[in-house]
């Protein structure tokens, strides 16, 4: 198969809630397990007070599982309630990290039930979790759609630079960003890395970052090393909106010869839009991403000036 034209034979990915898993967070076993042990404490205190001689017949225990509760029936009541808001979660696995903002893009569709996606928890690749935001789903719906501009900044407050991360963390995950010793996602190593790049920013009316476009120079080329996209907010011509200034004002310059990025070969929807604007695909790199969550081949893809 010709490489310049696999983005486009290849369906995406549907999504469906039939698809999600149920199953109670890991740090939530222990409050489980304290809930358990009021509702035994609850039902001691009734028989308790019914006269039934539970204490004489069983021991010490009930009294240790009545001291736990409170020694009351509003103990094990509020146990109870705990147990209540430990249900078990509707898990939504992805493959790949930018599997969150693809099925954003399939909520954000015409009559959408987005009530079947409620308490709705995604599982990423590394095992980062995070609830699926259904808000701005439902401000699309009553066609509340957001203005998005794009411009050049020299430099970044310390609130910008976590939207940045926020935007990096949901589309790279922790295998491909610099990680902190024990595993989790540095952000001051994350900052650190981009500081030194050329930056290109999206923000909404509220002025908040909502897309990034960082490049840099390789080879002559106005190289893109990365480029992406809170996942809430798809189908507002962000990447489009972010590489057409990228275009004018970057790669218009006369001392690039043209432009360079890297993608996954899964990202199919990234790939469509690359090529939409010149790009061709010249290299698979293989195992390029080897080091990261998801393992898999990168496309090299180059814009040449006419």
Known sequence: MNLMSIAST???????????TKWIPKEKIGVVALAIIGAIGLLAALLANRGVPLFNSLGTTPQIILFATGGSLEGGAFLLIVLGNCRKQAVL??????????????????????????NTTLLYPDGFQVELDLSHARARQKNNKPTIRAEEVTSLTRAEWEEVCDIEREAFVFGELPKTCWGGFDRSSCINTLRPLKKIVARDEKDKIVGILFHTNEDNRAHIYTFSRRATHGRLGIGTTLLDRFFENVVSQKSYKG???????????????????????????????AYTASPEDGYFMVYKKP
């Open 259 to 289: 432009a360079s990025l890297r993608v996954r070969a899964s990202n199919f929807s990234a790939q469509q839009l690359y090529e939409s604007k010149g790009f061709k695909t010249t290299l698979r790199c293989t195992n390029y991403y």
């Open 93 to 118: 696995k992805l493959d790949y990290s930018w599997e969150h903002a693809s099925l954003y893009c399939q909520l954000l569709e015409p009559d959408k039930d987005l009530d079947k996606w409620k």
């Open 10 to 20: 290849v369906q995406p990915k549907t999504y469906s809630p039939d698809t999600r």
